[in-house]
């Protein structure tokens, strides 16, 4: 039986790699900022607030639900969405723990 290849690498590199992965996106990027900005839970159509249709919309909300880093509370017909502190937090780990061994000082030169 054939491993996926993400097998041969460690839980936190491949966290790390489904987080910044649900990042690769600009239309993602810009959901988390508009409700990190908001600073509360958004009920109704996020779509409203972005340059795109909202089932391409909701396909990014799916991304970023599927990551962990938002969480989406269906009430009645409406879903809630709000930022996944503990994920975000998290994220915001991985993220400054995989750069801080780069010495962009003393960075090697290629040429």
Do not use: W
Not at 68 to 86: D, T
């Amino acid at each position: 039986m054939a491993s996926a290849k993400t097998d041969l690498f460690d839980s936190k590199l491949n966290t790390a790699a489904v987080l910044f992965k649900a990042l690769a996106h600009p239309a993602r990027l810009a959901i988390l900022q508009y409700l990190a900005e908001t600073k509360v839970c958004i009920t109704g159509d996020i779509s409203d607030e972005l340059p795109l249709s909202r089932t391409t919309v909701n396909q990014h909300l799916t991304e970023l639900k599927n990551a962990g880093l938002i969480q989406g509370h269906v009430e009645g017909v409406r879903v809630n969405y709000c930022l996944n502190p503990v994920k975000i937090k998290v994220l915001i780990h991985l993220a400054s723990d995989f750069f801080k061994d780069i010495d962009l000082e003393n960075e090697n030169q290629c040429g």
